[in-house]
C-alpha cells in the first residue's frame, strides 16, 4: 500500500534533520577556528562590521562637562594664521580660568622668543591647572634635555604588579617635550599620540605608553586625573594589563593598555567654542565652571584630522575629549570574557538552529527567507545590546557560521535531490525541449502552485471531422492513428522551444514563452504552425492506401498575456496557461471552419512575428464574450515562396476594400475570380456579397462578421 504526501515527507525530515544538525555543527566549527586564526580580512570585517554599530546608533548627547575650544578656521581668520604667537595663547589660558581643568593638544618644545615663551609660562603657572602635551617619537633616539625630562616624573604612572609578565604597552625611544621655562609651571603633562587601526581608521586610544624604565599617561588620562584629584594606577597581570585605576574609577582597557572609544558622533559632537570668542570675551560667563577644557586645533588646513567610524574629518583633540568623557561617565565598550564567550555560544547555535530549520523546510526560496530571517534576527539581537547596553559583540563571526551552514545545507540538499530533478527531467521532457528542461532543473523552485502573469502565444491544433474519423476505426487502431499523427506535431512544438500544455482528444495546445522565458516566441509559434500544416502533408502520403483516411487540420494562434503555471491540487497539478488569451487561441482554431483556411492568427500574433511570414487580413470578427471585433489573419506561408499566393494575396485584400466600402457587386466580382482558383475564403465573401447586394447592411454596420461561437 502507498504511503501518503504526509507521510513521505515526513519520514523525509527523519532522514534529514541529522544531516543538516551535522551540516549546522561543522560550520559553526569551521568559523571558530578562523576566528582562532584571526586571517586579517576577517578582523577588517569585524571592525566594519564595529563600524556600523556605531553609524546605525547615531548620534548620542556628550557630557556637559567636557567642553573643547577649538582653533578653527574663524579663529584663524580672526587672529592670524597658525601657529600663533605664545602670547596669543597665553591669553586663551587666561581666559579659561573658570575651568576646572585645561588640557592642552599642543607641545611648545622650542624657544619662540623671551616675551612670548614668558608670557605663556606665566599664563600656565598662573593657573595651576594646566595639563600641557607632548609626544613621544619611534623616528628617532635623540634623549631630550634632563630639565625637560625631569617635568615628565611628576605625571609618572605608578604600577601594582601581580605577577611578574610582559609589559605589552606600547613604547618609544624618544620623547619631544615642553620647554622647561613653560613646562615648569604645568599641572601635569599627558602624551597625544594616537594610533590607527590597520585600515586607518582610529577607534582606540592608548591610555599609556612606555618610555626607558617608566610608564607615562596620555593627555586624556593625565587631564582626567587632574580633574578628579586622582593619581593612576596600572594593575599587571601575567598576561599584560588587567585594570586601570583612577581612585575608586575603573577603566576597562585590553592587555596593551588600549581603550576602545564609545563616540558621541561626528566632529562636533562636544560642545565647542571658538578661540577666538574665548580670547575676546564672547563667552557667556561662567561657561567653563568647574568643567575639563580640552584646546586644539580643529581647522583642517594644520592637518591634526583623523577617520573614525562616524566621521572621516575628525580633529584630534576629539578624539581626546572623547576618551576622557568615557572614562568620566563610565561610558565604555563593553567587550570582555563574558561578551566573548556569548559570541562563542552565538556563533556554534546559531548554524545549529538553521540546519534543523533547513531540514524542515522543502523549497529554496524558503531556505534563503530562513537565512536571512535568522541573520537579520542575530544583526538586531547585537545591535541592541551595543545601542542600549554598549555590549559590543562580534557581528560578523556568528553571521558567518550562518551563511556557511546556508551554503552548505544547500549543497547538500541539491545533491539529495538529485532524484527530484530526474523526475521533473523524465516529467517535462514530453512536454518541452531538452534545453528547456535544462532550464527548469536550475530553477524547480518556480513551478510551484500558483501562476504569474506572462505575454505567451499560445497555438491550438485540430483534425478537422474527427468524429467521423473515430467512428471509422477500432480502438486499436483510433489510439494507434492519433499516436502517429501526435508524435510528427509534438516533435515541431518541442523543436520551436514550445511547450505542449495539453492533448485534448486529437487537438493539441502548445504554449510558446512558458514555462522559461523564449526570445521570439511569437514568430516560433508561427513557424511551428506552418511545419505542422507541411508534415501534415508528409503524414497523408505515408498513409495513403493503407484504409486510413486522409486528415485536415486547423490552427489558431493568439499571443497575448496569460496566467501561467501550475494549476490544480497540491496532489494533482497541471503546468497550463489560462485566460482570454487563450480563449481567443481557441476560437480562432474554430474559425478555420468558416473560412476554409488552415491557420488563423490574431493581430497581436501578426505584429509580433516581424517580417518573413506572408499574412493576409481575413474578417473583422466579433466573437463571443467579447464588445469589440478583433481582425483576424492568414497565415499563407512565407513570403517570397510562392509568387502566386502572394498575388492572390493582393487581389484578396482589393475585393475586402470593396466589401468594406459597400460595393457589393464589384467586389463579388473580385471574390468570384478568386474562387475560381480555390480561394476558400473568397467563396466565403462571395456568398456575403450575393446576400448583401440583395439585403444591404444598415447604415451603422462597421464590417465585422458576429462569430456567435466557436
Request: proline letters at 5%; aromatic letters at 10%.
Amino acid at each position: 500500500m502507498g504511503r501518503s504526501a504526509s507521510d513521505r515527507k515526513k519520514s523525509t525530515g527523519k532522514a534529514a534533520w541529522p544531516a543538516f544538525l551535522l551540516i549546522g555543527a561543522a560550520s559553526a566549527l569551521a568559523v571558530l577556528f578562523a576566528w582562532w586564526l584571526r586571517p586579517g580580512f576577517l578582523v577588517a570585517m569585524d571592525l566594519k562590521a564595529a563600524d556600523a554599530m556605531f553609524m546605525a546608533r547615531g548620534v548620542r548627547p556628550a557630557p556637559s562637562g567636557v567642553v573643547i575650544v577649538a582653533v578653527d578656521e574663524k579663529s584663524v581668520n580672526e587672529l592670524g594664521r597658525w601657529p600663533w604667537t605664545r602670547k596669543t595663547t597665553a591669553a586663551l589660558i587666561s581666559a579659561l580660568s573658570e575651568a576646572k581643568t585645561v588640557a592642552v593638544d599642543m607641545v611648545f618644545s622650542e624657544p619662540q622668543d623671551a616675551v612670548s615663551d614668558a608670557a605663556l609660562a606665566k599664563a600656565v603657572a598662573s593657573r595651576s591647572n594646566v595639563v600641557l602635551g607632548y609626544f613621544f617619537r619611534g623616528d628617532t633616539n635623540a634623549v631630550p634635555d634632563s630639565s625637560a625630562l625631569s617635568s615628565l616624573e611628576t605625571s609618572r604612572i605608578s604600577l601594582l604588579i601581580e605577577k611578574a609578565g610582559s609589559r605589552p604597552w606600547p613604547a618609544f625611544p624618544s620623547v619631544e617635550t615642553n620647554t622647561p621655562l613653560i613646562g615648569d609651571g604645568a599641572a601635569g603633562f599627558g602624551a597625544f599620540n594616537t594610533m590607527p587601526a590597520e585600515d586607518g581608521i582610529y577607534r582606540e586610544m592608548g591610555l599609556f605608553f612606555g618610555y626607558g624604565p617608566g610608564v607615562y599617561p596620555s593627555l586624556p588620562l593625565e587631564a582626567l586625573s587632574s580633574y578628579l584629584g586622582r593619581d593612576a594606577v596600572v594593575r599587571l597581570a601575567e598576561y599584560g594589563v588587567d585594570r586601570l585605576f583612577l581612585g575608586p574609577l575603573e577603566v576597562p582597557v585590553d592587555e596593551s593598555g588600549v581603550l576602545t572609544l564609545n563616540f558621541y558622533g561626528p566632529a562636533g559632537s562636544f560642545k565647542t567654542w571658538p578661540a577666538a570668542d574665548v580670547i575676546n570675551g564672547r563667552v557667556p560667563s561662567g561657561e567653563f565652571a568647574g568643567k575639563l577644557v580640552f584646546v586644539g586645533v580643529t581647522e583642517k588646513a594644520v592637518y591634526d584630522i583623523r577617520p573614525t567610524p562616524l566621521d572621516s574629518l575628525f580633529p584630534g583633540v576629539e578624539l581626546h575629549a572623547t576618551a576622557a568623557a568615557n572614562m568620566l561617565e563610565s561610558d565604555f565598550i563593553i567587550r570582555d570574557g563574558r561578551v566573548i564567550a556569548l559570541d562563542v555560544l552565538m556563533t556554534l547555535l546559531a548554524p545549529l538552529f538553521l540546519g534543523l530549520v533547513l531540514s524542515k523546510v522543502r523549497r529554496t526560496l524558503a531556505g534563503l527567507a530562513c537565512f536571512i530571517v535568522l541573520s537579520v534576527a542575530v544583526v538586531a539581537v547585537e545591535f541592541i545590546a551595543f545601542s542600549v547596553f554598549n555590549i559590543m559583540l562580534a557581528a560578523v563571526y556568528p553571521v558567518l557560521s550562518i551563511a556557511v551552514c546556508y551554503i552548505s545545507g544547500e549543497a547538500y540538499r541539491n545533491l539529495v535531490a538529485e532524484k527530484r530533478s530526474r523526475y521533473l527531467k523524465r516529467a517535462f521532457s514530453s512536454y518541452v525541449s531538452p534545453e528547456l528542461v535544462s532550464e527548469i532543473l536550475d530553477d524547480p523552485g518556480a513551478l510551484k502552485l500558483g501562476g504569474e502573469k506572462r505575454v505567451v502565444s499560445v497555438l491550438f491544433s485540430d483534425i478537422r471531422g474527427f468524429t467521423g474519423i473515430s467512428e471509422r476505426l477500432s480502438p486499436e487502431e483510433l489510439v494507434e492513428f492519433l499516436n502517429r499523427y501526435l508524435s510528427p506535431m509534438t516533435g515541431i512544438v518541442l523543436e520551436e522551444k514550445g511547450m505542449v500544455d495539453k492533448y485534448i482528444g486529437d487537438a493539441i495546445m502548445a504554449v510558446f514563452n512558458a514555462p522559461v522565458e523564449v526570445e521570439g516566441h511569437a514568430p516560433r509559434a508561427c513557424t511551428a504552425a506552418l511545419r505542422m500544416t507541411g508534415a501534415l502533408a508528409s503524414f497523408n502520403a505515408r498513409w495513403e492506401g493503407s484504409g486510413y483516411p486522409t486528415i485536415e487540420i486547423g490552427i489558431g494562434v493568439n499571443t497575448g498575456e496569460a496566467v501561467v503555471g501550475n494549476m490544480g491540487a497540491e496532489l494533482k497539478l497541471n503546468y497550463t496557461a489560462i485566460g482570454d488569451t487563450v480563449n481567443l487561441a481557441s476560437r480562432l482554431e474554430g474559425m478555420n471552419k468558416v473560412y476554409g483556411t488552415s491557420i488563423l492568427v490574431s493581430g497581436s500574433t501578426k505584429e509580433a512575428a516581424v517580417e518573413g511570414f506572408l499574412f493576409r487580413e481575413v474578417d473583422f470578427v466579433r466573437v463571443a464574450g467579447k464588445e469589440r471585433p478583433i481582425t483576424i489573419y492568414e497565415l499563407a506561408g512565407r513570403k517570397g515562396a510562392d509568387p502566386a499566393k502572394e498575388e492572390a494575396c493582393v487581389r484578396f485584400e482589393a475585393a475586402l476594400a470593396l466589401f468594406r466600402g459597400r460595393r457589393f457587386e464589384e467586389a463579388g466580382i473580385a471574390f468570384a475570380a478568386l474562387s475560381v482558383l480555390g480561394d476558400k475564403p473568397s467563396a466565403v465573401y462571395l456568398e456575403r456579397c450575393v446576400e448583401f447586394a440583395r439585403t444591404p447592411p444598415p447604415e451603422e454596420w462597421d464590417g465585422a462578421y458576429e462569430a456567435a461561437s466557436k
